[in-house]
C-alpha cells in the first residue's frame, strides 16, 4: 500500500467518524432547541394577553372574543377562574393533533386569579420547520465534508510528493550523480534533506580519502621504484658518465613525484569548493595570447605554429582569472606535447547564445579509442608521441573542475581530418 493512501485513508475515516459524531449531535439537538425557542415565544405571547385581560372583576366572552392571534396553525384559549372555555380563538383549528403548549395566569384587580391563557400550536407544523433546518444543516455537512475530503487528499499528496523528492535525491546520489537536497516548507521534511546531505558529504568524504590515497599510492610507486632502483646502483660506485646519468634519473623522478603532489593538492583545493572566488570580467581573447606567450619557447623548440582566430572579438566571461588561465594553460600544453615537430595548433574563440567557446586542435594522433571515456580521470595519462613521458594525469581533471566552478563544461574527441580537440564551454552574457 502507497503511503498516500494509507494516510489518505486514516484521515477520512478520523473525518468521517469526527464529522458524524458532530452531526448526530447536532441535528438531534435541532428539535429540542427549536422547540424551546418556540415555547419561550409563544409564552411571551401569553404573558402579553393576559396582561391585557388582567385588572378586571371576571372574565365574560363579551370582553375576550375580539381577541385574536394573527398565526397560522397558533391557538388561543382563554378560561375563567372556574375553568369554563370563554373565548376560543383558533385560525387552524386540529384538536386531534399533538401540540405545543404554554399557560400562564391571568390576574384580577385585588391579584386574585381571574382565569387563565392557553396558547399551542400542532407539532407538524413545527416538524416542517424542524426538517428543513435538518436538510440546510445536511447539506452545510456535505459541502464541509467535500472541503475535508479534498483537503485530505491535497495534505497526503504534498507529503507523498515531498518524500518522493528525498527519494530521488537518495538514488541520485547513490547513482553519484551531483544531485541537491529537496527544499521544503515543511520543517521535518527540510530537516531530513539536510541530514540526508550531511551524511552524503561525510561518506563522499571519507571515500574521496580513499580514493585519492589508493591512486597517489599507485602513481608514486612508480618514481619510487626508479628512485630506489638508481639509489642501488649508485651504492656501487660506478663510473663517473653512469653516475651522472643516474643523478639525473633520480632528479627527474623526485621532480615527477613534486609534480603530481603539487597538482594533487590543487586538485584537492577545487574539489572541496562550490564556487569560484573573486570573480571579475575577463577577455578571452587577450588571455589566449598571453597563455599562448607562455608557452611559445616550447612551441619553437618543436617548430610548431600557432592559428589564432577570434582573439578580437572582446568576448567576456566573469571568471577567476587565476583559475582560467589554468584551465586554458593546461589545453594549450597538451595540444603543445602531442603535436608532431613542425605541426599547427589552431585556437579559435567562439560566442553561441548565452555560451563562449574556446577550441584547440591539434595534428598529433588523436586521442586512441580505449582511452577517450577515460581522459577526464584522475592519474589517467597517456605517453607522449614523440619520446616524451607520461605527465601527473590530473592537468584535465584540473580543467574540469574549473569549468565545473564557474558553470561550464570541457569535452575532448578526436578531429575527423586527424588530431584531437579539445573545447571548453562558459557561461557568458549576450
Not at 75 to 85: M, S, V
Request: glycine residues 10%; positive net charge; hydrophobic residues 45%.
Amino acid at each position: 500500500m502507497r503511503i498516500r493512501t494509507a494516510i489518505f485513508g486514516v484521515y477520512v475515516l478520523a473525518s468521517a467518524v469526527g464529522l458524524a459524531g458532530l452531526m448526530w449531535f447536532v441535528l438531534s439537538e435541532v428539535r429540542p432547541r427549536h422547540v424551546a425557542l418556540l415555547q419561550a415565544t409563544m409564552n411571551d405571547a401569553a404573558k402579553l394577553v393576559a396582561g391585557a385581560l388582567g385588572g378586571r372583576d371576571t372574565l365574560t366572552r363579551e370582553r375576550t372574543e375580539t381577541w385574536s392571534v394573527g398565526v397560522e396553525g397558533l391557538k388561543l384559549e382563554i378560561w375563567d377562574e372556574t375553568g369554563r372555555l370563554v373565548a376560543p380563538v383558533d385560525t387552524a383549528a386540529a384538536p386531534a393533533e399533538a401540540m405545543i403548549m404554554v399557560e400562564t395566569p391571568i390576574y384580577g384587580r385585588d391579584g386574585a386569579e381571574i382565569g387563565r391563557v392557553r396558547l399551542s400550536r400542532p407539532r407538524r407544523s413545527v416538524n416542517a420547520v424542524i426538517w428543513a433546518e435538518r436538510r440546510k444543516l445536511a447539506a452545510v455537512a456535505l459541502v464541509v465534508a467535500g472541503t475535508m475530503l479534498v483537503a485530505g487528499w491535497w495534505i497526503a499528496h504534498r507529503l507523498t510528493v515531498a518524500l518522493g523528492r528525498l527519494a530521488n535525491y537518495a538514488r541520485a546520489v547513490r547513482a553519484g550523480d551531483d544531485a541537491r537536497p529537496p527544499t521544503s516548507r515543511a520543517t521535518e521534511i527540510a530537516a531530513l534533506g539536510n541530514a540526508f546531505e550531511a551524511m552524503r558529504r561525510e561518506l563522499e568524504g571519507k571515500a574521496y580519502i580513499e580514493r585519492y590515497t589508493q591512486a597517489l599510492t599507485h602513481e608514486i610507486k612508480s618514481p619510487l621504484a626508479g628512485v630506489r632502483g638508481a639509489m642501488e646502483i649508485l651504492e656501487e660506485d660506478p663510473p663517473p658518465e653512469e653516475r651522472a646519468r643516474f643523478f639525473g634519473h633520480l632528479r627527474a623522478e623526485t621532480e615527477r613525484m613534486g609534480r603530481i603532489v603539487d597538482r594533487m593538492l590543487e586538485l584537492t583545493a577545487l574539489e572541496s569548493r562550490r564556487e569560484p572566488g573573486t570573480r571579475e570580467d575577463v577577455e578571452l581573447g587577450r588571455m589566449l595570447i598571453e597563455q599562448v606567450a607562455a608557452l611559445r619557447g616550447g612551441a619553437e623548440a618543436r617548430q610548431v605554429r600557432w592559428e589564432l582566430s577570434g582573439g578580437d572579438a572582446e568576448i567576456v566571461v566573469f571568471a577567476e582569472r587565476f583559475l582560467l588561465g589554468q584551465a586554458v594553460f593546461n589545453l594549450l600544453q597538451n595540444a603543445v606535447e602531442f603535436s608532431p615537430r613542425g605541426g599547427r595548433i589552431a585556437v579559435r574563440i567562439t560566442r553561441s547564445i548565452g555560451w563562449a567557446n574556446v577550441v584547440v586542435e591539434d595534428d598529433g594522433a588523436g586521442v586512441p579509442a580505449y582511452a577517450l571515456d577515460r581522459v577526464f580521470e584522475r592519474f589517467y595519462s597517456l605517453p607522449r608521441p614523440f619520446g616524451g613521458r607520461k605527465s601527473t594525469g590530473l592537468g584535465l581533471p584540473l580543467v574540469r573542475e574549473i569549468a565545473r566552478l564557474h558553470g561550464g563544461e570541457v569535452s575532448l574527441g578526436n578531429r575527423s581530418e586527424g588530431g584531437a580537440r579539445a573545447e571548453l564551454r562558459l557561461p557568458c552574457g549576450l
